[in-house]
DNA sequence: ACCTGAACACCGTTCAAGT
DNA sequence: ACCTGAACACCGTTCAAGT
């Protein structure tokens, strides 16, 4: 995807590349409005469900949005200003779904960063993944048999012993993780059970 | 740090530039050395402490590096290869940890998913925050006051709401959710306690 | 074995000029 | 108001050639 070049988008508009200068500043601005239009598209069902399932539903939105345009979060993640652009659009049911667990504020803030801390990460990894699939377990594997023999012990062990990781939804595990350490924060903040 | 160009590194060797490529064979493999030299530069503390210490130790490492060389996570996470010999050489540690957590092999995966890519999304976000300090939540009342009055209600109200956001570790903050959501997938698959 | 230099096919951006 | 074209200062990479 450097073929989003401002001589490229010239040549498929049949127009000559400078003249994108005129509407926009620079190609940083171009940018930044792909990623706003592409995050206008972005739905994530309000209400319905425990807040749980409202944070899931937020992931399960950001990621497919992430999959039906790999490259834009590195994109995103690479501006400053897009990022902004980004997280305003994309955080506001996020921050719904947490105030309904209710978290304070600064609970709200906190576990909201986390949230798409995690699905940046792991929306990056997953666009520049070799193979899909397995999620590079395999070439993980390969890596480590390239190696001396002794070296990474505990990596090959625990590789060794990896039962099927082929059916396992790694995404949603992760986030699951996340929720429930959301649920700890929820009962030690608030004061009696909800 | 687009300053990484085969000609500059060509110009500041006092080389002809193209004598790189007799060494190795293009920039992405530059890429990977260097990512591989800097990995080979984290230390995590093995052994002491809990496993949560343990996880904790790991995050700091991984940020301390991340913080060292910006961009470098850049690198990593758009370069299949790169993440490769990343992972390889920082996640020993980590799942040594977590395997001292008492989790079942595809718990230490999935765990151990989880928290790179989370220090990873983190390290990116940080990596191109607009000015340090708040980590980008002054911008982000900005941008929100410079959108119509009635869109974003939820974010208005609890960015409105925030203390001082000043003085807490997010990085930290998020760190320790998880590994509260990893002792909870720990008591779920071990079967006594221990 | 190691380095050089010219060349190719690209970039983003400027600036003066055209209609 | 909108587009063009030449120019500038870069890229990564190839390939034949030098020592």
Same mark, same amino acid.
């Given at each position: 995807?450097?073929?989003?070049?401002?001589?490229?988008?010239?040549?498929?508009?049949?127009?000559?590349?400078?003249?994108?200068?005129?509407?926009?500043?620079?190609?940083?601005?171009?940018?930044?409005?792909?990623?706003?239009?592409?995050?206008?598209?972005?739905?994530?069902?309000?209400?319905?469900?425990?807040?749980?399932?409202?944070?899931?539903?937020?992931?399960?939105?950001?990621?497919?949005? !992430? $999959?039906?345009?790999?490259? #834009?979060?590195?994109?995103? =993640?690479?501006?400053? /200003?897009?990022?902004? *652009?980004?997280? +305003?659009?994309?955080?506001?049911?996020?921050?719904? !779904? $947490?105030?309904?667990?209710? #978290?304070?504020?600064?609970? =709200?803030?906190?576990? /909201?960063?986390?949230? *798409?801390?995690? +699905?940046?990460?792991?929306?990056?990894?997953?666009?520049?993944?070799?193979?899909?699939?397995?999620?590079?377990?395999?070439?993980?594997?390969?890596?480590?048999?390239?190696?001396?023999?002794?070296?990474?012990?505990?990596?090959?062990?625990?590789?060794?012993?990896?039962?099927?990781?082929?059916?396992?939804?790694?995404?949603?595990?992760?986030?699951?993780?996340?929720?429930?350490?959301?649920?700890?924060?929820?009962?030690?903040?608030?004061?009696?059970?909800?």
């Amino acid at each position: 995807m450097e073929a989003l070049s401002m001589r490229r988008l010239g040549a498929t508009l049949g127009v000559d590349p400078m003249a994108i200068y005129y509407h926009l500043p620079g190609k940083r601005a171009l940018i930044r409005r792909v990623v706003e239009s592409v995050f206008a598209t972005m739905s994530v069902p309000e209400d319905g469900g425990t807040w749980q399932d409202r944070v899931r539903a937020w992931g399960a939105a950001y990621r497919q949005l !992430a $999959l039906a345009h790999p490259n #834009l979060v590195l994109q995103i =993640v690479t501006d400053p /200003a897009a990022i902004l *652009v980004a997280a +305003v659009q994309a955080n506001e049911a996020l921050y719904a !779904a $947490l105030e309904a667990a209710g #978290l304070p504020p600064e609970a =709200v803030v906190g576990a /909201a960063d986390l949230v *798409v801390d995690y +699905v940046n990460g792991f929306a990056l990894a997953q666009a520049s993944a070799p193979a899909a699939g397995t999620e590079s377990m395999r070439s993980l594997v390969a890596e480590l048999q390239r190696r001396p023999a002794e070296a990474f012990p505990v990596q090959r062990r625990v590789l060794g012993e990896h039962p099927d990781v082929e059916g396992r939804d790694s995404f949603r595990f992760g986030l699951d993780v996340i929720i429930a350490g959301i649920e700890g924060l929820r009962s030690r903040s608030t004061a009696g059970r909800q």
